[in-house]
């Protein structure tokens, strides 16, 4: 990459300033949209094995199409051949496929004739809108109607305006709420709301934003030296044994996630940034949770074994459930370094966003294969124990591009000024 950095506080040194830098970054990038190609089913995306071929008896998924059409609409405003037709086959499948046509919204898979739908879940409805926004700023085909059609779902059947935050799940037929208030769903929402803001000039969807950020980081993760619980009831009691029984859950295993922590950490200074390039004003706990939360995760997660890397799971005590390290933790974890380091030109964020990428060139990067790795056990084995194959394009991709982009606007919106 060419472009101009985004803050003038990045030290000289600094490896965001290198131009050689930035081309790796590129190049790792353009290999990890490449390895990917591959998931595209007759509907949607689905998921990939070790060897980037689809698994045995994949089923096209919603989630990864979402994501992916996300992820192909941004790289397609870059100039980059075959992605705006990946990004134009996820929008219509999201659109056409996954889209329950009786009651509104969507389901995870395929809509089945049968009575046993899953239930409708915030935090796919909250991709379906990210998608959405940046197939929007991309100008693909169908996205303004998509993003139209799920906003009105998220914010009519998820949004509360009470407490500030999304639900989490609801039935078919948006009865039978579950008794839950989910940490982990809601800081995606964070993510997905700026994005709305910035493409639709919508600056309610910053104030929903910034409610969601304080209560579960300023109220709540704040009091508890900001490391983050994630289970809450709906009248905001914690759950501290949720999931006691499903330690290696993809979405909501028990016990704290420091990789939540440090993905919170860079989320809090990009709002920061929008409301400060939007309104000229953002509340001062901003950053200083943002530095609060980076150190928490820092602490609970990194390397207690000595062998590296950012682990997934830890109890209330901080004791590690499972020392097992995703790949999508090393991600979150050296983009909240590098939003540090551009908000505060502190050297301490440089030397933790290179010891980061060091740990994931040399671990996780899959140069005979292609792709990243997606977990590593505690001795840095390939392992399976809670995310098994490639499917996962979203994390790894936006870590090789965000690192470089101005903290605000959002993904799509900064991507679309630079290329624009």
């Known amino acids: 990459m060419t472009e101009p ?5 990045v030290p000289t040194a600094s490896w965001l300033r290198s131009t050689t830098h930035r081309r790796w970054l590129d190049h790792q990038g353009l290999r ?4 990917a190609k591959p998931s595209r089913m007759k509907l ?10 689809l698994s045995e008896g994949a089923q096209p998924d919603a989630m990864l199409t979402a994501r992916h059409t996300h992820v192909y609409a941004i790289a397609s405003m870059r100039g980059l051949p075959g992605c705006l037709p990946l990004a134009e086959h996820g929008v219509t499948a999201l659109r056409e496929g996954f889209h329950d046509a009786q009651y509104g919204g969507w389901f995870e898979t395929e809509p089945s004739s049968s009575d046993m739908s899953p239930r409708k879940q915030n935090y796919l409805h909250t991709f379906v809108v990210l998608a959405a926004s940046s197939a929007k700023i991309a100008n693909v085909r169908g996205a303004t109607d998509l993003l139209t059609d799920a906003i009105a779902i998220w914010e009519g059947r998820f949004w509360s305006e009470d407490e500030g935050v999304f639900r989490e799940s609801f039935a078919p037929n948006w009865t039978d709420e579950e008794n839950y208030r989910g940490a982990n769903s809601n800081m995606h929402a964070v993510e997905t709301c700026m994005a709305v803001a910035d493409a639709l000039d919508a600056p309610e969807w910053r104030n929903r934003a910034l ?4 209560r579960f980081i300023h109220q709540l993760a704040r009091t508890n030296a900001y490391a983050v619980r994630e289970h809450f009831d709906r009248e905001w009691a914690y759950l501290p044994d949720f999931n006691r029984n499903r330690p290696t859950d993809e979405l909501r295993p028990c016990g704290l996630t420091p990789g939540h922590f440090v993905e919170w950490a860079h989320l809090l200074l990009k709002l920061e940034a929008a409301l400060l390039r939007t309104e000229g004003h953002a509340p001062n706990w901003l950053l200083e949770d943002s530095i609060g939360l980076f150190e928490a995760g820092i602490h609970a997660g990194w390397s207690r074994n000595g062998t590296g890397g950012l682990l997934y799971t830890v109890d209330d005590t901080l004791t590690p459930i499972v020392e097992n390290k995703p790949h999508w933790c ?3 974890a050296l983009t909240a370094a590098a939003a540090l380091l551009k908000r505060t030109g502190h050297t301490r964020y440089e030397t933790w966003y290179r010891r980061i990428w060091d740990f994931i060139d040399l671990h996780m990067i899959d140069r005979r294969r292609g792709g990243w790795i997606q977990e590593l056990d505690a001795a840095n084995h390939s392992s399976a124990r809670v995310y098994a194959g490639k499917a996962d394009l979203y994390h790894a991709w936006q870590a090789t591009l965000t690192p470089l982009l101005p903290l605000s606007p959002a993904f799509s919106s900064a991507v679309s000024d630079l290329h624009g």
């Not at 409610?211 to 304080?214: D, F, H, S």
């Open 5 to 9: 950095l985004p803050s003038l506080m």
């Open 32 to 35: 990890l949209l490449d390895f």
């Open 44 to 53: 949607g995306f689905g998921p990939l094995d070790d060897d980037g071929d």
């Open 211 to 214: 409610r969601i950020t304080e």
């Open 330 to 332: 090393q991600a979150e």
